[in-house]
């Protein structure tokens, strides 16, 4: 059910429907789709879609296909218009929007192939410009776009409409900008396989559509907000839909959170002053102002609008104290609760001790590089740590491990008088492979299992180096991820029983998940949906455990906890983050290179590094006490 917030026109200049989920939002979205489509089929009419591509739209599609299987929604009137195309490129390539297209939605509806139109990847270069203009006459030759479905890159484009594209651009061949390169890389293993070209509809022929829903789900907050409520500009091209007379937003709770009335809501009207409120309210303030807490006064409340808040609590000087223990109250060097010791205020509780922990990792890195500094302090601390590996990871392994290891084993074999042949004719039939391998060709089923048995290998050895006994890391290859592609499947039913499995034979007192719904690749998502319902479904089952087990979220390599949501903080020391990077570099298979970086072509040690500092560091400029970097948590209440 969509969040009952009113728009402040003053703020949203363009209407944003908030959902709690992304799955919520697109089955919102592949109804108003399916309502344009009855409405003009009742008329005899045929209707013109604009359609998007990417990760975004995909469970829009798989809703839309639901409806045509299970409700008899035809698309036989239904004329479609992609918005790009990658250039130059195959339409049978994997990565083509051809493909995508086809994949999740073409393939699976009734749609009449003569009505599908997407642009030319393949094109003559020479040919592009009359190419261009030919769409573009087909386009208006069909009625004009109806409904336009658009997606937005982080740095705003939509379509490939980079920043800087003119609001009168119409279809054109345009170069893609380094950051959307990258935060396509997914897609190609690395950024040097993704085209530095597109051929896209332009601005002006988007805004030429009767009506426009843009969705945005996860990490896109930053730029959904600049876009809604930011100042109409070509340096943000999704700002430029303010222009149009019927444009919707439908975004998720996670895009929401940089919106006025999501992270500054007494500025849009009433706000009840709960706690969490009064500490997001204050924080805010005290960063605003590069002031401490404790120095806030009375005229910096009245003059950022918050008088209101000062008008319930009288004092602010009261305020500031109320804040400040609710921040130092967070940091604890004990992740597992301090033993025989009775702290109140404390983020954990001090029995049992031990606890046995269990600290569920998406990727066979994502525990030392998220939560590492935690991770050593309770196995050091005395707790029964477990780590469940959720997932495989060989997709982001690249080739030339392969071989290597490979080369590694036939040495080794020949090096102790071992029986080598076997070695020797995987090594060959990989290296045939490797050799003659196309960009968008899947890995055989021999090299998944290596690419898979490399990281299992640096996740174990991690392990050790922490100290954990052998016995305490689990492997649980997920079938979701198991395609042998970029893309996955669903959350299924086996990978919910699995994981329930592992709950149950545990037991744990402590549970630790990465809590990412702002993960752009979507693996972080699935697994962590997989751990909330197998709680769910052990709670409902009346399992005794369950009661005395808590849930921590830790955040993974792409962002942190906003400072104002951490109710755990473990502090590190110089010599702590030191060992955390040595355990970090121990994943050889992630390093210098990392596979679907996305956007950011920093390690992920040094992204780790430089999030667990600048958490340090906020606390720091808000009184609290410096240290080198800090490990945040989040407590998840079923």
């Not at 009168?168 to 040097?192: C, D, G, H, P, Q």
């Not at 050799?435 to 898979?452: H, L, N």
Request: aromatic share 10%; hydrophobic share 40%; with cysteine.
């Amino acid at each position: 059910m969509q969040n009952k917030l009113n728009m402040v026109d003053s703020f949203e200049k363009i209407e944003v429907k908030i959902y709690p989920t992304a799955l919520e939002g697109s089955i919102y979205a592949a109804q108003q789709i399916a309502n344009l489509i009855k409405q003009k089929a009742s008329k005899g009419e045929m209707v013109v879609l604009g359609m998007a591509t990417g990760s975004t739209p995909i469970k829009m599609y798989a809703e839309l296909v639901r409806m045509h299987r299970e409700e008899g929604l035809s698309f036989k009137n239904v004329i479609t218009f992609n918005l790009d195309e990658y250039y130059p490129i195959d339409k049978d390539a994997y990565q083509s929007y051809w493909s995508f297209m086809h994949r999740n939605l073409f393939n699976h509806i009734d749609i009449d192939p003569k009505n599908i139109h997407l642009p030319n990847g393949n094109a003559p270069k020479a040919e592009m410009k009359n190419y261009c203009a030919s769409y573009e006459q087909a386009i208006e030759a069909a009625g004009g776009i109806d409904l336009q479905i658009l997606g937005i890159g982080q740095n705003g484009h939509i379509g490939f409409n980079e920043p800087g594209s003119s609001i009168l651009s119409k279809t054109r061949l345009v170069n893609l900008e380094n950051s959307t390169r990258l935060a396509n890389s997914y897609e190609f293993e690395t950024i040097t396989k993704v085209p530095r070209l597109a051929v896209t509809m332009g601005i002006s022929s988007i805004l030429k559509a009767k009506k426009i829903i843009l969705l945005a789900w996860g990490n896109k907050a930053s730029i959904v907000a600049k876009s809604v409520e930011g100042n109409v500009t070509e340096s943000i091209p999704a700002s430029i839909l303010q222009q149009h007379n019927d444009c919707t937003f439908i975004i998720d709770q996670a895009a929401s959170t940089e919106l006025t009335r999501i992270k500054s809501p007494w500025l849009t009207g009433d706000c009840v002053w709960t706690d969490a409120m009064i500490k997001r309210a204050v924080v805010n303030l005290a960063l605003k102002l590069n002031k401490s807490v404790l120095s806030l006064t009375s005229l910096d409340y009245t003059e950022n609008g918050l008088s209101d808040l000062l008008v319930e609590q009288d004092d602010a000087y009261e305020i500031n104290l109320q804040v400040f223990y609710m921040l130092r109250d967070t940091i604890t060097g004990w992740p597992g609760g301090k033993p025989n010791a009775v702290i109140p205020a404390h983020p954990e509780r001090s029995e049992p001790h031990p606890k046995r922990c269990l600290i569920f990792s998406p990727h066979p890195d994502d525990d030392i590089i998220s939560m590492g500094g935690t991770f050593m302090r309770l196995h050091d601390q005395g707790h029964e740590v477990h780590v469940a590996y959720q997932t495989s990871g060989n997709i982001a392994v690249t080739d030339e491990f392969v071989t290597r290891f490979i080369d590694f084993a036939v040495g080794f074999e020949e090096m102790f008088g071992m029986d080598n042949s076997k070695s020797i004719e995987q090594l060959s039939s990989a290296e045939q492979f490797i050799s003659s391998k196309k960009k968008d060709q899947m890995d055989t089923r021999e090299i998944r299992a290596v690419k898979g048995l490399i990281r299992r290998g640096e996740a174990k050895a991690t392990c050790r180096y922490v100290g954990l006994p052998e016995g305490r890391w689990h492997f649980m290859n997920m079938p979701f991820y198991e395609t042998g592609t970029i893309e996955k499947k669903p959350l299924g039913e086996e990978d919910i029983l699995i994981t329930m499995e592992l709950l149950r034979k545990l037991k744990p007192h402590q549970v630790y998940c990465a809590g990412d719904l702002a993960d752009p690749h979507g693996t972080h998502r699935v697994c962590l949906e997989a751990v909330f319902e197998a709680l769910r479904r052990i709670k409902a089952a009346g399992d005794d455990w369950i009661k005395d087990c808590w849930v921590w979220l830790y955040k993974g390599a792409w962002q942190e906890w906003d400072i104002a949501e951490i109710e755990m903080a473990i502090p590190m020391s110089p010599d702590q983050v030191k060992k955390k990077r040595f355990g970090i570099f121990i994943h050889q298979s992630q390093k210098d290179m990392v596979p679907f970086q996305g956007a950011d072509n920093r390690e992920f040690w040094q992204r780790a590094e430089d999030r667990n500092a600048n958490t340090a560091n906020l606390y720091a400029a808000l009184g609290m006490t410096k240290y080198a970097a800090m490990e945040a948590f989040v407590r998840w209440h079923y």
